[in-house]
C-alpha cells in the first residue's frame, strides 16, 4: 500500500507512535460510538495518560515537545485511520498547544516573559483546551459573537457551531469581535467550562463523525475575566497573519486525519477483494481487472495525498518552526496558506474518492451498517466542510491569489 | 433547473402524472422511514390506488398501459425526487410487468396463448410481484440458488441478498439453476409469499435506501408448484437475450430514479444558496463566485444524466417496443445492453457528484441529520451497486464489447 | 462503437447520406491541407454539386429544404470525421442559411414579404455566405467594428479575426456596432466579397484547423450600399432573442464537427489495437485490461456526447422549428440557450478526452507527424475557443442562470 | 505560482543555477527548432561548457558531482520550461551518468576495480552517451534487437525507435537480447557513433518535441568490442533489480521537465489574463471569475505535481543514494518503481491539463502557431508516451502490486 508517511523528529516517532499503540482500541470502540452518537471519552483518558494530549507542549511543561506541525499531523493521521472522530477532536486541542508554544517560543527568542509559560504549564499538567470559531451565518474572519465591556468586566454573547470537542474541553478558545475601542477588531476569550451563561447544547447529531461531539455552544452572557481575555489589533473581517498560522498549521491535522481514513478504507477494500471469490470460478476478486484497476487508481490517489501533506508540512515546518518567530511575513504567511489551501482541497476531496472506490471494491457488503466502511464513508465526507475555506470558496481564493488580486477569501 | 425529462406516449404522461401526484406525501414521510428503516407500506397502498402499481399492465388487464420503458423510467424518475426507496422498490414490480407484458405481445403477434394474460390479469387486479436475483458469493449469470426435483415435485434452496421490496411482495420471482436434465440451465421459481420454507429475514440495515426493505430471503426446501417453475433453455453462465433485455429495459428506471434523488438534491441546494445570507454583506450566497461555479457544475451533470436516460430510453423503446417481439436479436440485444451499461455507468456517479455539490453549497448545514440532503447523499450511493454490472465490471465489459473481444461481463 | 446519431426527417436523412458520400474523398485530402495550411478549395466546389451547401435553403428556392437543425448537425457530424476544417467552415454558411431560412418563415406565417425569399434565392443558386463575427479583444455582444454614416453612405471599419471560410466566402455577414442613432445598438453589414477597403489577410497558421482558411480580415472604410445594411434594435452590450437562437442553434453543428473528429479518433484506435501485436506473445493489444479500460472510457464518453447532441438537438427543434417564429420567448430562449452551452461544454472537453485516448491506445505511433491521430488531435482543441463561450466563460454564464442572477454571459 | 522545487545538496544547487542560466537562450531558439524539426546542437555545445552535461558525473572525474536524483531532477525541470526538447534529450545523458557514477560507487563500497571509472573519466571529459532502449513491437523487458557471436566477435541486429539526443550522442547504449548461453537473456552493447552497419534514420517528425532528434536507429550487422559489450544474468522479459532503478530513478527526470512545459505554460497565461483586457470594460480578464477559477486549478494541479515529484524523489535518493549500493532490494526497488509509476501517471496527465488550461485562459491567442503555448501544448502531450509504463499498462501494473498480484508490468 504505498509509503505512509512518517515523522522525522525524535519526538514527532515518539508521538507517531503512541498514536499507533491507541489505535486498536480506538477502532474497536469506534462503530458503537458512531452509532449510539456517544462521545469517546475513554479515548481522551487514555490519551492523557500515553501523552499524546500533551504532544505539542514542550518538554520543559511536562509535553512530547513536537514542534514540527508535519509531525503532529502524522499522528493524527495514524488516529484517523483508527477513528476519525477522536482524530479531529484531538487537533482541536494539539493545534491551540501548537500555537501556544509557538508563542512561548516567540517570546523566549524576544526575551519576553508575558506568561504563555503559565499556561504551556497548564495543558503540559493536563488541561484539555479547544478553539471554538464557527458560527452559523458568517465565517472565521467575521465572527458575530461580540465581547462587550458591560459593568466592569467582560460579557460573551453569540453561538458558536460545529464545537468539536466540547464534551471533554476544560477551556474554550472562543474567537469573537469587540467594539470597545470605537472601531471593530477580533478577540479571544477564553472560557472555562461550567461559566454561567455557557450552554453546550448537546446536540451534534450528523451524517457522519458522529463520535466527535460537535455540539452547538451557546454564550448568553458569560463572563470572562479579564486574565482570560486578548483583544488583537487585527480589524475584524481581516485575514491576519495569526489567522493564515492557524489556519494553515493549525488544521494539517485534520487533512491527515482525512488520510488516515482513506487509507483505512483502501486497506479493508484490499483485504476483501483478496479474500472474497466468486463463482464460477471461486478465485479471488483481485483477480479481475476492473478490481485491480480501482485498487490502483486508490493507490495513486493515495500517493496523491500523501505527498501533499508530506510537502506542505515541509513547507510550513520550514517557514513557522525552523526560523524565529519574528521573521513572519505576513506576505508570505499568505502564500503559505494558499498553497496549503490546495492540499487541504486535493486531499479532501480524493480522501472522499478513495472510500468511495472501496465501497465499490466492496461490491455492495460495504454499503451495510455493520461494516466500518459505511462509518467510514460518513466520516470522510466532512473533510470539505473544515474551516477556513470550503470548495464554496477555495477555488476563487487561490486563483486570485495566484493572479495577483487582493482578496479576503470569503466573498 | 434545466429541462426534466417528459413522457412523450399519452398512457406515459398519465403515469408520470400520477407519480408527481404522490411526491409531496411520499417526500414527508421519507425521513421518517429512512431514520426507523421502516419500508413505506403506506405508498405502495396508495399507488395501488392511483393506479401507478397497474402502470405497464395493459389497458385490457385493467392496467395504464404504458409500454414505452422510457416513459416508465421518467415516472420512477419523478418518484426518486421524492423517496429513492419507494422509487427502487416499485421498479422490482414493475420491471417485472413490464416484462410479462411484452412476453404477452409477443404471444399475440405469434397468436400464441400461453397464459400470461392470466398471470397480467392478477397484475392488473393488484398482485405485487419482485424480481428476486441478488446473492451474496456470485452474479447474476450464476445464481447458486439450487432448483430440483424431490419425490415427485421442484424444491428451492438458497439465499438471496437485497430483496427490495420483499415486505409487501406477494409474489417472488426467484432466479436459479436447475440441473435436472443433467446439465446446468437456468430457471425461475415463483415463490408465494408464506410458501413454507421461506424466510423473508427483516434484516436490512444499511448506509442508504433504509427504507427499500431489501432484507436476504433465505429458500430452505420450499415446494413451487409446478405451474410456477420456468426451466429456460439457457445454460447456467450465460447472458441471454432475456437477461440483456431485462438487464437494460428492466433498469432503466433504478438508474431514472437516481438521477431524481440528484435532481432533488440540486433543488434544495439552489433554494438554500438563494435564500441564505452570510456577514458581513448579507447577501445570498447564490451571488459567489464559486457557488456560481458549483452549480453550474451541478446544472452540466444533471443535462448529461438526462440526455444519457433519454437517448437510451429512446433507443430501447425503438429495439424493444416498436418493433415485433420475435424480431429481438441477441447481437443487437448486447449491443444496447453495452450502450445502456455506458449510460448508467455515468448517471450513477454523476448523481452521486451533484449530491455531494448539494452538500458542500450546503455550507455544512446539510451533513446535520435532519438534513434532507444527509439522506438523499446516503440514499444516492446505492447506484453504483445496482445489477447488473457494477463499476467493478462494466468498463471491462464495454472495453471488450468495442473490441470485439468475447465476455459474459463478470470475469 | 456504440450507435452514431442518425437524422429523422426525410430531408435531414438525403443531407447526411450526400455528407457521408464525401467522407473518404475529404479526408484523403486533409492530411496535405492541414501539413500544408491550404483551403481545400475543391471541397467546396465538390459540395455545391452534391447539395450539400444548399442543405438548409428551403426546396422552393433550389435546397434539400433541411429545417431541423439536429439533422443539419449530424450531417456536420459526418463531414467533421474526414476533415474538421471543412465542417466548421461549412458551418459559417450552413448557420447562416437556416437562419435565413427561419427568417423568411416567419415572414411567410405573418403574410411578410420584406424580401428574404430574394436572398434564398441566391443562396440556393450557389451563393456562399459567411458570418463574420469574432473580433479580438472583446465579444460577441460588443463588437468593435464600426458601421456610421459618412458622404450619405455606410462606412465599416473594424478588424475581425478567425473568419472561417473566408477563402470561398461570397458574402460577409459582419455584425459591428452603429451609432448613428445616438445610441449604440447592434448592427449587420453584408459585405460583397472584393470590396474596396476590405482585406482578407490570407494569415491564418495555428495549432490546427489549419485548413479552414480562418485568416484576419480588415474592413477599413468599406462602402456597404443601404439594401446590405441592417440595423437592429437589440442595444449594444445585450444578449438578444437573434443571439440566443444562432448562439445555440447557429453553432450546434460545430460541436457536432468536433464529436466526429473524436469518433474518427476513436475508430482509428479501435482498428490499431485489434491489429497490432506486441513482444512477446505477439496477441493483440486489444486483448489488454488496459487498452481495454481505455477503449471502454471512450465509448462512455461517445455515449455521452452523442445523448447531449440528440437531446439538445431535439429541445432546439421543438422550441425553434416546430412551432411558429412568432412564438419565441426571450426568457425560453435564454434557457434553451444555457442548455446548450452545457451540452457544447461537456462535447467540447470530451471530444479532445476521446482523442487524447486514442493516442494513449496507439502507443506512440499516434504522435508522428504521418499519422492522421496527431491531426486530429490538434484540430479537436479547437472545440472550446468557439463562441459562444468559452471555458473561461459558461460555467459562470450556467451558474448565473441556474441561481437566477441576471448575466451578459461575459462578465 | 506557488513554491517551485529547490535542491537540497550543494552540488544539487549548483547545477539547478547552471540550468537556469541557459533558460533565456534555450527559450529564444525553441521555437525555431519546434518549426524546424532541427536539433538544438547549440544547447548542448553550450552545456559542455557550462557543466550541465557532466552534473552527475562525480566531481573526482571532472563532474559536478550531483548524486541526488532529485536535485538531478529539478534541474531538468528548469530546463523543461525553456525547451521540453532538450530536456528529454539531456536525460537520456544524465540519466546514463548517474546509473554509472551509482556502479562505480557500488564498486568502491566493495573494494572492487571494475573499471566504471575509465568510463566516468571519458563522461567528465565531455564525452555524450545515451540510452537507446525502445523498440516498435515490443517493451523494455523484450528487447528484439539481437546480440550474437559471428566470427569470433559480437554482432548488433535490430531497429530502435525514438532515439532521442542522437544526433549528437557518441556513444549509444543499446539494450538487447542475447541468446548465446542457450537461454536469452538481456545484454547491453556500447555503440560508438560511426559504427559501420548503424543507421541513425535522420527521421524524426512529429506532433511535438520536435527538436529532439527522436531519429530510428538501425543497426545492422554492426560489430560491437568485446570491451564494450556487457551481458547481464537477468532473463529476457524479466523485469530485473536494475530496470527498477533505470526504470525509477533514471525517468524522474523527465517527469519533471514535463512539469517544466506545463509550469512555463500556467506562468505564460496568468501574464497574459493580467495584462490583456476585453471590452467593453476594458479591464483585466484577470478579474473575472471564470478566468480566476481555470488559474486556481492549475495551481492546484501544479502544486499536486510539485509534491508528488518532491515526494518520489526523496523516496528514491533515501533508497537509493543514502544508502551502500550493496543494500538493494529487489523487492524494495519494485515498491518504489511502483510508487514512482504512480507520480509519473499523475504528472504526466496534470501537466496535460496545465497547458490545456493555459490554452482556454489565453482565449485563443495560444491556438495560433506563433504563440509559445502552440508549441507547448504539443510537447507536454509526449509525456504518457515515455517508458517505462504508459497509461496503457500503468493502472493494471499499480493495482497488480497493491494487490499482490505477480506482473511483469506489460501483459
Not at 72 to 81: F, K, T
Request: hydrophobic residues 40%.
Amino acid at each position: 500500500m504505498g509509503y505512509q508517511l512518517e515523522a522525522e523528529s525524535d519526538a514527532g516517532r515518539e508521538f507517531v507512535s503512541r498514536c499507533e499503540a491507541h489505535g486498536a482500541d480506538f477502532e474497536a470502540r469506534a462503530d458503537a460510538h458512531d452509532r449510539d452518537g456517544t462521545f469517546p471519552v475513554e479515548n481522551f483518558e487514555e490519551m492523557k495518560v500515553s501523552g499524546v494530549m500533551r504532544a505539542a507542549v514542550p518538554e520543559e511543561f511536562g509535553g512530547l515537545g513536537v514542534a514540527s506541525i508535519r509531525d503532529l499531523a502524522i499522528g493524527l493521521n495514524r488516529l484517523g485511520r483508527a477513528d476519525g472522530s477522536t482524530a479531529i477532536a484531538l487537533n482541536m486541542h494539539l493545534s491551540t498547544c501548537w500555537v501556544s508554544a509557538r508563542l512561548h517560543r516567540g517570546e523566549v527568542e524576544q526575551g519576553e516573559s508575558t506568561g504563555m509559560g503559565s499556561f504551556l504549564a497548564l495543558l503540559g499538567g493536563g488541561l484539555v483546551v479547544m478553539a471554538n470559531a464557527t458560527e452559523p451565518g458568517t465565517d472565521n474572519i467575521h465572527p458575530l459573537t461580540e465581547l462587550s465591556r458591560v459593568d466592569g468586566h467582560w460579557e460573551l454573547r453569540g453561538r458558536k457551531s460545529f464545537g468539536t470537542l466540547s464534551p471533554v474541553a476544560d477551556l474554550f478558545l472562543v474567537t469573537c469581535r469587540c467594539r470597545e475601542g470605537g472601531h471593530d477588531v477580533r478577540a479571544f476569550a477564553f472560557v472555562t467550562r461550567g461559566t454561567p451563561g455557557m450552554d453546550i447544547r448537546d446536540n451534534w447529531d450528523a451524517l457522519g463523525m458522529r463520535a466527535s461531539g460537535s455540539h452547538d455552544i451557546v454564550y448568553d452572557g458569560c463572563i470572562v475575566p479579564d486574565t482570560q481575555v486578548r483583544i488583537s489589533e487585527t480589524p475584524w473581517g481581516v485575514q491576519s497573519a495569526e489567522e493564515f498560522t492557524i489556519g494553515s498549521a493549525g488544521t494539517l491535522g485534520l487533512v491527515a486525519a482525512f488520510l488516515g481514513i482513506a487509507e483505512r478504507a483502501a486497506e479493508l477494500a484490499v483485504d476483501m477483494v483478496r479474500t472474497r471469490t466468486k463463482a464460477p470460478d471461486d478465485r479471488p476478486l483481485a483477480e479481475r481487472a476492473g478490481v485491480q484497476h480501482l485498487a490502483a487508481e486508490n493507490e495513486i490517489d493515495l500517493a496523491v495525498c500523501r505527498a501533499l501533506l508530506d510537502r506542505t508540512g515541509r513547507l510550513l515546518d520550514a517557514a513557522l518552526v525552523a526560523r524565529p518567530v519574528a521573521d513572519d511575513d505576513p506576505v508570505e504567511l499568505q502564500r503559505l496558506f494558499t498553497e496549503f489551501q490546495s492540499a487541504k482541497h486535493v486531499v479532501n476531496r480524493k480522501a472522499i474518492e478513495v472510500v468511495d472506490r472501496a465501497l465499490t471494491l466492496s461490491g455492495g457488503v460495504g454499503y451495510l451498517s455493520k461494516s466500518p466502511l459505511a462509518r467510514l464513508y460518513r466520516d470522510v465526507r466532512a473533510g470539505p466542510f473544515m474551516q477556513p475555506l470550503s470548495p464554496n470558496e477555495a477555488p476563487a481564493y487561490i486563483g486570485k491569489v495566484a493572479l495577483g488580486i487582493e482578496t479576503d477569501g470569503y466573498s
